[in-house]
């Protein structure tokens, strides 16, 4: 009954280099994937709808015989919103309702400013106009993730919000085609894989070309949005999910160890991380877990998860604790603690933090209204959550006045000679009054 | 000495495709780049200093001993910029003080509410902590670029900026290294290359690792960069640059025909269209350009990029004329129009948008303000300008209160439950106070 998970401390010598193993992870470049997903794309460039309706039938066991097979209507998420169990439904709207409300906050504006000479400077907000939202089929269809992916899209203005979702099998999901309602989603193929993504990416007969994909996949759709990257925007490549909770000691241990498992109950490659100030608090989560494990129902993910990848890391001070925590820029922070406050801003890197005991990490995954799309792997060292600002996009605004054009011309003239571009000097010189 | 640049007209039944075909554009995928680069990233990776020596030596012909002989000191930037001549550091200055000025204004400011219940939710902004500046060695260095990569992260408050900068056969640029002190750069390493990009993101003996490498680079920098993205965060790979210029037969022909001029002489590939309700006026352009093009220096580079990509575009009205800009997305877009004020808000996809006669784009390149690295390619469908925004990162605040996690906890443990995430669901319910 007992699970070995890894402990570390910050008194042991080789203690840096010890994290930097437990934190290792690099998604292998598969060149057989590489291979599959180019031939792929390639095709659905070149025969659209019948390539696409071609893998849709081979790898999700369908007959479709067109891309009209293949589109689900309005009427189609209509029902299954309103087949929904009320409760399930209530809760659907009040997570829609907060989520909604949190990232109308995130909405970009522009500004500009005129100069004394009447030169105007600005910046201009503009809504993407296209969007794709990918969605994987099976048991990683999450109609949570649907309303994390779909409403910072619309809130922003984008016009056409189209879904993708594979149906193996033509099993439906019922919740995320209620979600999808809910959230305000324009269109539905029933399509995946890179099939799904190369037809939003260039367009087909029947599936309009959109301007950026967005939302989780496997490693095909993963390399296939790499590959298309530059003809359209993508959000991040997602790693395996994890979690990171700093703790005093103070608080309820059973919650800890549930906070744990609820990172690794995603899968085994999910990493769950306690650091905390207090040796005899460590031994009471232990103990919770040893407790609580045989209860939960995915108690083999868990397993595995915590014993792989999971740590308890015992560190002198709580300063210690949040120098580690910044190295991690874990994707969740949980700061586990009577006094959180004073150590928020002390955090420079995390995709978001869950402040005090009662912030369970799970309520901020499908109703507090912050995103749950968040930067994995470290990565919260040099992005952001998924948001509405990445629906939007900036247009720099420059009308510079005849008397501007005066001041300026000299200073562009002098720096375009200096970089031997006379053509730039020149434009720049036609606008002088001389 | 004439020079034919391609026309089109709207009223052309094949408009459209003709559109297409001129915007089309695809870095040619090079298998050969991809392994060399790899090779050298691996290399790097394991080897280091060392690695990174070597390559040096090779590619840029030096004989260095060790990382030391390929790191700049402060007092080297600082004697390049009291070497300026005083007009050339004078246009410098005031260019770097009115691009901060601009980019002050970027800046991101964090938020937060709370909800009845006493629940916070909010968004806490840090910058990142450092950040790589590829600047290219060689003909394409330009000091301007220096200033454009390097304040907006400086002004974001990232603490350690790094640049690398080749320098084959050990020759140095002046400007350039002006422009590094300047704008704040702290360290400079002069490497390049593949080599420089691994260095940079996987860090070194002497190098350290960095959090985001942005700046322009040939073939064999834009595909490091592609690869090491996610270890680090990367900014937009650029395509050839373009202009469009959108007239109404107002203005002065030599005026645009310099304008096409200035984008054309970047190079071969470089697009300048012009879309005029005019026709006459396209005839009064073409006559400048004839007129012109013998005068410029580069004209061989004007004539190719004109000849091979440039285009007239004929359109009925300015609603079209304002359509197709739309559709092309350009990373410039001058509206070189008597009256250009009522079209900005028309306009949804520019990188940038230069309005009325007096506002070249050449203005914009150096000292107006705004950032010159701008999405090409249309990708100012899906994005942005550089910014301060890019050296900055948000992080999601959740505080829930005992009684929201009352609200909250029912709402997560339903949706939990949907979701076949039990762990996720118990975790709500613990902090149920039944």
């Not at 189209?162 to 439906?172: A, L, S």
């Not at 999808?180 to 007969?205: K, M, N, P």
């Not at 103070?250 to 306690?274: C, K, R, Y």
Request: hydrophobic content about 45%; aromatic content about 6%.
């Amino acid at each position: 009954m007992t699970i070995a998970i890894q402990r570390l401390s910050t008194v042991d010598t080789d203690f840096s280099a010890k994290l930097k193993t437990l934190l290792a992870f690099e998604a292998a470049a598969d060149d057989n994937i590489e291979r599959t997903v180019a031939a792929i794309l390639a095709d659905v460039k070149t025969r659209g709808d019948a390539a696409v309706v071609d893998y849709s039938n081979r790898f999700d066991r369908l007959s479709a015989a067109s891309m009209a097979d293949l589109e689900l209507s309005r009427d189609e998420l209509e029902k299954a919103l309103a087949g929904l169990p009320a409760e399930r439904r209530a809760a659907l709207e009040a997570a829609a309702g907060r989520v909604r409300a949190y990232h109308e906050m995130q909405r970009l504006d522009g500004w500009s400013y005129t100069e004394a000479d009447g030169t105007l400077l600005g910046q201009m907000i503009t809504p993407l106009d296209r969007v794709g939202l990918y969605v994987p089929g099976g048991k990683a269809a999450y109609p949570s993730s649907v309303l994390m992916n779909a409403i910072p899209a619309k809130v922003a203005g984008v016009k056409e919000l189209i879904m993708v979702v594979p149906t193996p099998g033509g099993e439906h999901n019922q919740l995320v085609l209620a979600a999808a309602c809910l959230a305000g989603v324009d269109r539905v193929f029933t399509i995946g894989g890179a099939q799904a993504v190369g037809a939003l990416a260039y367009g087909t007969e029947s599936v309009p070309q959109v301007d950026k994909i967005v939302g989780p996949g496997n490693a095909y759709v993963a390399t296939a949005k790499r590959r298309v990257f530059g003809i359209v925007g993508i959000d991040m490549v997602a790693g395996p999910s994890e979690i990171l909770v700093v703790s005093d000691g103070t608080g309820n241990p059973d919650w800890v160890a549930m906070d744990l498992f609820s990172q690794a109950e995603h899968d085994e490659l999910a990493q769950s991380i306690l650091i905390c100030t207090d040796a005899a608090f460590i031994e009471r989560v232990q103990a919770s877990i040893e407790k609580l494990l045989p209860t939960m129902p995915r108690q083999e993910v868990i397993r595995t998860s915590l014993s792989n990848r999971g740590a308890f890391i015992l560190v002198r001070d709580m300063d210690e604790a949040i120098a580690i925590a910044n190295r991690v820029a874990p994707e969740h922070l949980e700061l586990a603690l009577d006094n959180p406050d004073p150590w928020v801003e002390k955090i420079h890197h995390a995709g978001a933090i869950f402040i005090g005991h009662y912030t369970s990490e799970s309520l901020g995954d499908y109703c507090a209204g912050p995103n749950h799309v968040l930067p994995t792997s470290g990565s919260a060292r040099f992005s952001s959550p998924l948001g509405v600002y990445d629906f939007q996009k900036r247009t720099s605004l420059i009308k510079v006045s005849p008397a501007g054009a005066q001041t300026l011309g000299r200073i562009a003239s002098t720096l375009a000679h200096g970089e031997g571009l006379p053509a730039h000097a020149k434009s720049a010189e036609f606008r002088l009054a001389d």
